[in-house]
């Protein structure tokens, strides 16, 4: 049966008979030799009790079990959902985290992987679903023509662009043989951390009494210092959430010119700030040469699956180098297709990341009134948090999520800042899967208070 035809009132057979001797030697060992005679073997046991319980030779009574009970393994996929069902939650943390993807085939909810959750539309995968058969057969088009879309809806001259199978493409090309000091905030994204050499990377630490903001002044000295001659920034910032202020963006770009320091901005997560694309830093590429601007269209356009991402940058040799490293059809055909039509629906996706900034916004709010929760302010489309110490760490948290609520979060411990082991980042899914992450930490946490009462009680009455 097609699974939109799957409703509440129908069962899957768990194969599992209990027959009488009866009806095995008598109705059902004559039935099945008729069919055996006329050559019928590829027939189904349910065929045959379904002709038995027509014809009233035989009461069947069925027993109802649960799904959590019960896996059929058929194939690899199957044999891997199974194993992962019968694992503990340690094992499926380690399971999850060694993937990077594919959650969605996990009996599990995710607020790990980030992108919009209320886009794309309806009506644009329906264009896409029409012409499945052309898209998996036929070759993409190259790099220019894809391109040449993809500038056209940011308002970019192409020759500024490179088109990327997802930002995680770029980064070690951008960054690939860096010979001088290189500066990235912590806490980041790790990619940008594990492809610059160690000897050359300098952590610039965000301060958490400062809001994990980025003062100016600070790391234009920073960049002096250590006469770096890279810069990344993440602005909004992944896992902290918060942007960097277009005065404070602008000051850092034209004291790191003067420097002779190229800055890498990452702006993935822009159009979920108050202000929109209007925060993106792609009409000043002209002013800064030094500026080269990543963007995954992945997180934003909630189109992982597909992996879209760009670059956008002055600096001619800068995209050359690129451009000479990616493959003529790194872009497959349905990503391509996806760029053809998006211009068309530049509305609905401006309507998709307003929602998601009010869901944000709320769920921000929602786990600020969890008792042994700080949950920081973000200009994305996920909250940074802080456990207290005294309600035990991170990775106690997500272990607990993962085992008593299905629920995977981004556990941050290792991240490179103090107290790393009590920080974690939850995706917003909506508003009715927020409400539902928010009530599980409550209860984990409330649980975890319990038995800390309870030891204490214990300890004390031990004393007396």
């Not at 340690?90 to 399971?95: A, D, G, T, Y």
């Amino acid at each position: 049966m097609p699974d939109k035809e799957i409703g509440p009132q129908h069962y899957k057979t768990v194969n599992f008979y209990r027959i009488s001797g009866q009806f095995a030697t008598g109705w059902l060992k004559s039935r099945l030799q008729a069919k055996v005679d006329k050559g019928d073997l590829s027939g189904y046991y349910e065929t045959a009790f379904a002709e038995a319980i027509d014809s009233g030779v035989e009461i069947f009574e069925a027993a109802i079990v649960s799904e959590a009970d019960w896996f059929e393994v058929d194939n690899l996929n199957d044999l891997d959902i199974a194993e992962f069902q019968l694992m503990d939650a340690e094992q499926r943390l380690k399971h999850l985290s060694s993937r990077h993807g594919g959650y969605w085939r996990y009996p599990i909810k995710d607020f790990c992987l980030l992108y919009n959750f209320h886009y794309p539309p309806r009506k644009l995968l329906a264009h896409i679903s029409a012409r499945l058969e052309q898209l998996v057969r036929e070759y993409p088009s190259s790099q220019k023509q894809i391109t040449d879309f993809l500038s056209q809806y940011y308002g970019i001259d192409p020759s500024l662009v490179v088109t990327a199978n997802g930002v995680s493409e770029l980064i070690p090309i951008v960054l690939e043989g860096i010979s001088e000091p290189v500066i990235i905030p912590t806490p980041s994204f790790n990619e940008y951390e594990a492809v610059v050499p160690k000897a050359l990377l300098n952590q610039f630490q965000l301060r958490e009494d400062e809001g994990f903001t980025i003062d100016p002044d600070r790391l234009l000295s920073e960049i002096e210092e250590v006469k770096a001659k890279h810069l990344v920034l993440i602005t909004p910032n992944n896992p902290t959430g918060n942007a960097i202020g277009e005065a404070a963006l602008h000051k850092i770009l034209s004291g790191a010119r003067e420097l002779g320091c190229q800055v890498i901005v990452d702006e993935s997560f822009v159009d979920f700030q108050t202000n929109g694309r209007s925060e993106s830093l792609m009409n000043h590429l002209l002013r800064y040469p030094n500026l080269a601007v990543l963007l995954s269209l992945s997180k934003s356009h909630g189109i992982g699956g597909i992996r879209l991402g760009m670059l956008a940058s002055a600096d001619a040799d800068l995209i050359a180098r690129v451009r000479a490293r990616t493959p003529i059809w790194n872009i497959n055909a349905l990503a391509e297709e996806y760029i053809r039509l998006y211009s068309s629906f530049r509305k609905e996706y401006k309507v998709s990341c307003e929602l998601v900034r009010q869901e944000t916004d709320q769920l921000a709010d929602d786990l600020n009134k969890i008792d042994g929760i700080k949950a920081y302010p973000s200009d994305a489309n996920f909250v940074f948090c802080k456990i207290d110490r005294e309600y035990g760490s991170a990775r106690g948290l997500t272990l607990r999520l993962l085992n008593d609520h299905s629920i995977y979060i981004k556990d941050c411990s290792g991240k490179t800042m103090p107290d790393a082991d009590l920080f974690f980042r939850v995706a917003s899914r909506g508003r009715a899967d927020n409400s539902e992450l928010a009530s599980a930490i409550n209860s984990v946490l409330r649980s975890t208070e319990k038995i800390v009462n309870k030891m204490i009680t214990v300890q004390y009455a031990q004393s007396l």
